[in-house]
Structures are given as C-alpha cells and as structure tokens.
C-alpha cells in the first residue's frame, strides 16, 4: 500500500481521499491490477493539508482537477470543500466523480455543501432498476441506494452547474438507452464510460 494523494493522467489531476466505498461493483478496477500502474491503495486517508501538499506544481495546463480514487469521495466531505477552495483560488476547474450516495453516507444535504466546491459532478448511475443496480454494484445501504441516486441528481441540479449520470458499458445497449432517458428526465447528460480491465 502506498499514500498516493494525487495523479496525473494525461491533463487532469486526480485526488484519491479514501479507500471506503459504499458498493462492490462487479466491474470495479478495485477487484483488477493496478490502475494505469499506479497503486491507489493507501496506508491512511489524507488531510486537506497533506492533499494539497501533494500537489507538485499546478500548471496552467491541468485543464481540471478531479476527486476520484479507489473509494467513494463524500466520505471525505469537509475535505472535498477545503480542497475545492484551495483549488479554486488557483483557478482551478473542480470536478467531483461519486457513486451518488453521499446523502446515505453523511446524512446530510451534500449537494448543498458542494455549491459553490464543484463545478461539475458526474454521478454513476450503472443500472436503470434497482434490482439491476443491487445485482451490479453490491450497496451497503441495499434498495435505498438506487433512489438515493437518482434523488441525488435532482438535488445537484439545484447547486451544481454541470450533472452528469454514468453508466459503465457492461449494461447491455438496451439498459443504455434507457439510461439516455433517464437522464434526459432529470435534465441531465449521460454518460457511457468504457470498462477498463
């Protein structure tokens, strides 16, 4: 294990703040080899600080800054917000990555707090039923989870400027395509990431 805070691929910075993660996805690269070589495993979470001592140099390149690791982000809220402000005084665009189930999580309104912290945030939806959901992703927080989600989305766009819903492209084109209509309902845009092995 190692104490890898931040990464670079290609122009973004990812912040990695924890390994906790409320699912166990099937297709997680959690369950694979290392993720583009690097190990995200880490021997103790970060402090704000120490996240923000991580950063080598802020170029004015990095086109934007991304909280995504190998664990679920909003488990670490107060330091996404202290972090965010840091990046925004230098002029940094904020994107947060979450499974969307930040409120089951804090038992807060987390879409509030990130006013203002994020500029965008993509929420991974991977399933349209919560069935289909329970049997890909695994919730700790079981049939709440898929709802939570989608009640999530609704609230973001209130705080947030830019929502994106994922799905992984393991669902079949069909789950796809009503995925696009689920999206399309809470006015958000869709997403279809590739599934990296």
């Known amino acids: 294990m190692n104490n890898t805070y931040t990464y670079k691929i290609g ?60 664990g679920e982000p909003t488990y670490k809220l107060p330091e996404i917000i202290e972090i965010a402000e840091y990046l925004h005084s230098k002029n940094k665009k904020v994107r947060l990555n979450t499974n969307g189930q930040g409120e089951l999580i804090t038992g807060g309104n987390v879409a509030k707090q990130l006013s203002g912290a994020v500029d965008s945030i993509s929420i991974s939806l991977n399933a349209v039923t919560k069935e289909k959901y329970n049997d890909l992703c695994h919730p700790l927080y ?22 994106t819903l994922s799905v992984v492209d393991v669902i079949s084109l069909e789950d796809q395509k009503i995925a696009q209509k689920i999206a ?10 590739k599934y990296e092995k």
Do not use: Q
């Not at 369950?31 to 600080?49: C, G, I, Q, S, V």
């Not at 079981?142 to 929502?163: D, N, S």
């Open 11 to 70: 122009n973004k910075i990812y912040i990695n703040l924890t390994n906790r993660c409320s699912n166990c996805c099937d297709f997680c690269i959690r369950n694979t080899d290392d993720f583009h070589a690097l190990d995200l495993w880490l021997r103790k979470e970060p402090t704000a600080k120490e996240v923000i001592a991580s950063f080598e140099d802020l170029e004015t390149s990095d086109e934007e800054v991304v909280f995504c690791g190998y």
């Open 142 to 163: 079981g049939e709440e989870a898929f709802e939570a989600i989608l009640k999530f989305t609704r609230e973001c766009k209130k705080y947030i400027p830019e929502v």
């Open 184 to 193: 399309d309902e809470l006015g958000v845009n869709l997403r279809i990431r």
